[in-house]
Antibody, heavy 123, light 109 residues
């Protein structure tokens, strides 16, 4: 079945970096984009950015420009999100999500989500 | 930056109709999407392109759009519909940035 499986929980100190992986299966990886969305405890959803699995083009949320890098490895159908200079307010569940395409049209929405990766930033 | 505004909470009795609104200046130009999120789970897409239902989503979920406001309607609400609902759209300024509303907690009384 179509699924995205993310790496496990992380605990990091302020100022460190974290890299979360998202392995896709059950579909042609390069035919869809992947977005990353985070959710702080008890808070709403925040879009972090998008990467094309076809050509690696990226589009990052302005708030995270300079701190976030999204990449893909097409040989393993895996997407990665690296966040640097971590702060306490980066503590959140991080989701990868596949772009939604139907009837030959792709929309800026997300139909398949990973299970989430909890990243805790604490000294 | 572009914002989408939702009411924090909506309450409804089982069998009644729940309506959750989402307002944003760019909604006349950009489609809206709706997600359902239950505690401890990833969001699920329930409406795309303002009013279309992905396969597998029950018919009681519907969406509509009027000017700068979109509405998610859940007809014949069931206990299992209790969840957080988020609207989502894209910035119309050419950045293609995605934005989520703050979320609405639907309580089934």
């Amino acid at each position: 079945q179509v699924q995205l499986v993310q790496s496990g929980a992380e605990v990091k100190k302020p100022g460190a970096s974290v890299k979360v992986s998202c392995k896709a299966s059950g579909y042609t990886f390069t035919s869809y984009g992947i977005s990353w969305v985070r959710q702080a405890p008890g808070q709403g959803l925040e879009w972090m950015g998008w990467i094309s699995a076809y050509n690696g083009n990226t589009n990052y949320a302005q708030k995270l420009q300079g701190r976030v890098t999204m990449t893909t490895d097409t040989s393993t159908s895996t997407a990665y999100m690296e966040l640097r200079s971590l702060r306490s307010d980066d503590t959140a569940v991080y989701y990868c999500a596949r772009g939604y395409c139907t009837n030959g049209v792709c929309y800026p929405a997300f139909d398949i989500w990973g299970q989430g990766t909890m990243v805790t930033v604490s000294s | 930056s572009y914002e989408l505004t939702q009411p924090p909470s909506v309450s409804v009795s089982p069998g009644q109709t729940a309506r959750i609104t989402c307002s944003g200046d760019a909604l006349p130009k950009q489609y809206a999407y709706w997600y359902q999120q239950k505690p401890g789970q990833a969001p699920v897409l329930v409406i795309y392109k303002d009013s279309e239902r992905p396969s597998g989503i029950p018919e009681r979920f519907s969406g509509s759009s009027s000017g700068t406001t979109v509405t998610l309607t859940i007809s014949g609400v069931q206990a299992e519909d209790e969840a957080d609902y988020y609207c989502q759209s894209a910035d119309s300024s050419g950045t293609s940035h995605v934005v989520f509303g703050g979320g609405t907690k639907l309580t089934v009384l």
